[in-house]
């Protein structure tokens, strides 16, 4: 994500996951019909078909500028 405080400061932020399910790796995504939404999901490398978990870029901590 390229996110930027109230100062005007721009920031890299790297988001990483462990699958809740099985421990796997999962990597970040961002996916959707070719012509619709998209959304960021984190995807499962181990079972990339059921183990989903649609990022909420909200509950992220707010950057401290």
């Known amino acids: 994500y390229l996110e ?29 019909p070719k012509d619709g939404p998209k959304a960021d999901t984190f995807i499962c490398k181990r079972n990339p078909r059921q183990h989903r978990i649609e990022l909420d870029p909200t509950c992220l901590e707010p950057i401290e500028g």
């Open 4 to 32: 930027a405080d109230s100062a005007g400061k721009i920031y890299i932020t790297s988001l990483t996951a462990v699958c809740p399910w099985c421990g796997s790796k999962m990597n970040l995504r961002h996916i959707g």
